[in-house]
């Protein structure tokens, strides 16, 4: 059956602009980082991308080593695109990214000019666009000069492949510098993609400064700390869960172990404001000005339907903001 979009999909959605620039990001973003790789459900993955766009959700997140394997995340997506979403790419903003190891040898990874320009060719084609709206580089490179990752990124929007430019992971004085080199070749860079949640705040010390100061957005992943910020593990941790896999680096027994007392505590502040913690803890990170949207994953539509149901209650009072930061104080 042809999928025809939901015509109410703009009624609800909240949309910020992204800095100084004319464009408008959804509050809520959705990221294909996990869930969308060659092994997982190719029709669950369909039924949360077409979703997101019904409510609303005009920005997809992908990267070029978004999988597993790298790689698949944009070949589901170009099918996706393909299949559905052609006739609505107008009204699509499509990121992608390079930087991190994709193949052998000294061009697959990092930030030289051959690897940059050679990894947004390969994206366009998995994923069957003739340019993104965004594109990224996915990580600092302190071998190579910034002047010349600077100018690949430059070239692909000049040669029409790319309309605006970001970047991803780097620190605030490495985000000043090279904010002033895009500034002289007068490149559309508009965007920063950092980790930021309740457990990791460390772009409040300086990045968020640099963010403001020079007119540039902040769309935030790991809003929810890999699941820590849920409801999931508030009685431990289930049989089934991420935590007990270890290769997810970020989310072992011992995380959340250890923020299971703080995370419980949370979970009062957040049934008192009528939300669930994952749907606070979306809201929380959008008090911060420089934030612009929250990138979330998703492994089933109702989980995703969820996490936009934050945006019904984005105001927190003073007392609220104060007795968060007393509880996350108590982390180690």
């Known amino acids: 059956m042809m999928y025809v979009a939901d015509e109410k999909r703009y009624e609800t959605m909240k949309y910020n602009r992204?800095?100084?620039?004319?464009?408008?990001?959804?509050?809520?973003?959705?990221?294909?980082?996990?869930?969308?790789g060659g092994y997982d459900n190719f029709e669950k993955q369909r039924e949360i991308v077409l979703g997101a766009f019904d409510r609303g959700i005009t920005h997809i997140d992908l990267a070029n080593n978004y999988g597993p394997p790298a790689g698949a995340a944009e070949e589901n997506f170009g099918r996706i695109m393909a299949q559905d979403?052609?006739?609505?790419?107008?009204?699509?903003?499509?990121?992608?990214?390079?930087?991190?190891?994709?193949?052998?040898?000294?061009?697959?990874?990092?930030?030289?000019?051959?690897?940059?320009?050679?990894?947004?060719?390969?994206?366009?084609?998995?994923?069957?666009?003739?340019?993104?709206?965004?594109?990224?580089?996915?990580?600092?490179?302190?071998?190579?000069?910034l002047e010349e990752t600077a100018g690949a990124l430059d070239l692909l929007v000049r040669q029409g492949k790319a309309l605006y430019i970001g970047i991803s992971n780097y620190d605030a004085q490495r985000t000043a510098e090279i904010t002033k080199i895009f500034k002289e070749l007068k490149t559309p860079f508009i965007i920063h993609q950092p980790r930021y949640n309740m457990f990791d705040r460390w772009i409040e010390d300086g990045l968020t400064d640099v963010l403001e100061e020079e007119g540039l957005g902040a769309i935030v992943f790991s809003p929810l700390a890999q699941g820590l910020l849920t409801d999931r593990y508030l009685d431990?941790?289930?049989?089934?869960?991420?935590?007990?896999?270890?290769?997810?680096?970020?989310?072992?027994?011992?995380?959340?172990?250890?923020?299971?007392?703080?995370?419980?505590?949370?979970?009062?502040?957040?049934?008192?404001?009528?939300?669930?913690?994952?749907?606070?803890?979306?809201?929380?990170?959008?008090?911060?000005?420089?934030?612009?949207?929250?990138?979330?994953?998703?492994?089933?539509?109702?989980?995703?339907?969820?996490?936009?149901?934050?945006?019904?209650?984005?105001?927190?009072?003073?007392?609220?903001?104060?007795?968060?930061?007393?509880?996350?104080?108590?982390?180690?």
């Open 85 to 145: 979403l052609k006739p609505y790419r107008d009204e699509l903003i499509i990121s992608s990214k390079a930087g991190y190891y994709m193949w052998p040898g000294p061009y697959g990874e990092w930030g030289s000019k051959k690897n940059i320009i050679a990894s947004c060719d390969q994206s366009l084609k998995r994923m069957g666009l003739e340019y993104v709206d965004i594109f990224y580089h996915h990580r600092p490179d302190y071998d190579t000069p």
């Open 18 to 36: 992204v800095g100084n620039s004319g464009l408008k990001l959804p509050a809520i973003s959705l990221g294909l980082w996990n869930n969308f």
């Open 236 to 332: 431990g941790i289930p049989e089934d869960s991420r935590a007990h896999r270890s290769e997810i680096q970020f989310l072992n027994e011992e995380n959340v172990e250890g923020t299971l007392s703080i995370v419980r505590e949370l979970n009062e502040i957040a049934q008192k404001r009528g939300q669930s913690l994952a749907q606070m803890a979306i809201a929380w990170n959008q008090q911060q000005k420089a934030v612009i949207s929250v990138l979330v994953g998703a492994s089933k539509l109702s989980q995703l339907e969820n996490n936009i149901k934050a945006l019904d209650n984005l105001e927190f009072t003073a007392d609220e903001l104060a007795a968060i930061d007393r509880i996350l104080a108590k982390k180690k």
